[in-house]
């Protein structure tokens, strides 16, 4: 992982090279190349298992890559992991949760015992933002599935000074709250210029939002602007696809847990 400030064209905040990440022996992704400029919103769809969230975890420096380079012009990154990687019953207030956020956004030497006023303030201004200050003394776990997700996103905004990263942020939740989500996400890449990269299997929604699209299939199938995308063959192959709104899988019938992709036989 480098931080090179003049090896990129101006405005790059994330560029990667030729990237390949495995574990152990099995290549998750290979040859991986993209970049994603100031104030850009990029799309990662793809199929199950085709390297999304390998990928996501490479650029934020969680999984060290193989092959390749990864240029970060920024180290003010949010970032919202998948779902079944978050624990969901976790004992601690809204407030609590969203203040957990500032830790990451502070340099190392400046970790301490108890939060500063301005991580407060912080965390503070993230609630207001996401309408959570009504609910803000209430337990985390004892949220729904949607407010959860709301709070998360405050969380990984205290982090978020030029991107934001998230992966899958709406599986799971109702078409009104999915909505609700991508119109903030929406209005935070437009309004405060911040990038935005998110994990999406909702090719439809994918296509409204987001400046690019990154289409994986181990390697990248499609990288480039929402609008040449949509004149690419891949497009019209997932555009069918159906994405599960609900908790209950509508195709196995349980909750399953998965990312939701109904094709013509279930994929999980
Ligand atoms: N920790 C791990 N150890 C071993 N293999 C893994 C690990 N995480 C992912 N894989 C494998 O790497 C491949 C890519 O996984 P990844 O999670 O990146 O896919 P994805 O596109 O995010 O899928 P999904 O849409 O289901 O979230 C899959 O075959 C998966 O089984
Ligand atoms: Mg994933």
Redesign the pocket.
């Known amino acids: 992982m480098e931080n090179l400030k003049n090896t990129t064209k101006n405005g790059c905040i994330i560029e990667c090279q030729n990237v390949t990440s495995q574990?152990g022996s099995?290549v998750?992704c290979r040859n991986v190349s993209f970049s994603v400029n100031k104030g850009d919103y990029l799309c990662i769809v793809?199929a199950?298992?085709?390297?999304?969230?390998?990928i996501v975890k490479t650029i934020l420096g969680l999984i060290e890559p193989k092959n390749g380079k990864i240029i970060r012009q920024t180290a003010q990154i949010g970032y919202l992991p998948?779902k079944t990687e978050i624990q969901r019953d976790f004992p601690a207030t809204v407030k609590e949760v969203v203040l957990s956020g500032t830790i990451l956004a502070q340099k190392r030497s400046n970790f301490g015992i108890f939060y500063s006023r301005e991580q407060k303030q912080q965390a503070q201004n993230q609630m207001e933002k996401l309408e959570l200050l009504p609910i803000a003394n209430k337990s985390f776990r004892e949220l729904s599935g949607g407010q959860q997700q709301r709070v998360l996103l405050a969380r990984s905004l205290c982090a978020a000074k030029d991107l934001l990263v998230l992966d899958?942020p709406v599986t799971g939740l109702d078409p009104a709250v999915t909505d609700e989500l991508y119109t903030i996400i929406r209005k935070l890449n437009q309004e405060e210029n911040l990038a935005v990269i998110m994990?999406s299997?909702d090719v439809h929604r994918a296509v409204q939002n987001a400046s690019h699209i990154l289409h994986?299939d181990k390697e990248v199938a499609f990288f480039g602007t929402t609008g040449e995308y949509q004149k690419n063959p891949l497009y019209n192959d997932l555009s069918h696809v159906e994405v599960c709104q609900t908790h209950l899988c509508t195709h196995c019938g349980s909750d399953c847990n998965?990312?939701h992709i109904i094709l013509g036989q279930h994929s999980h």
Not at 48 to 54: A, L, Q, V
């Open positions: 574990y099995f998750a793809g199950n298992g085709s390297g999304k969230s390998t998948q899958e994990v299997h994986m998965a990312s």
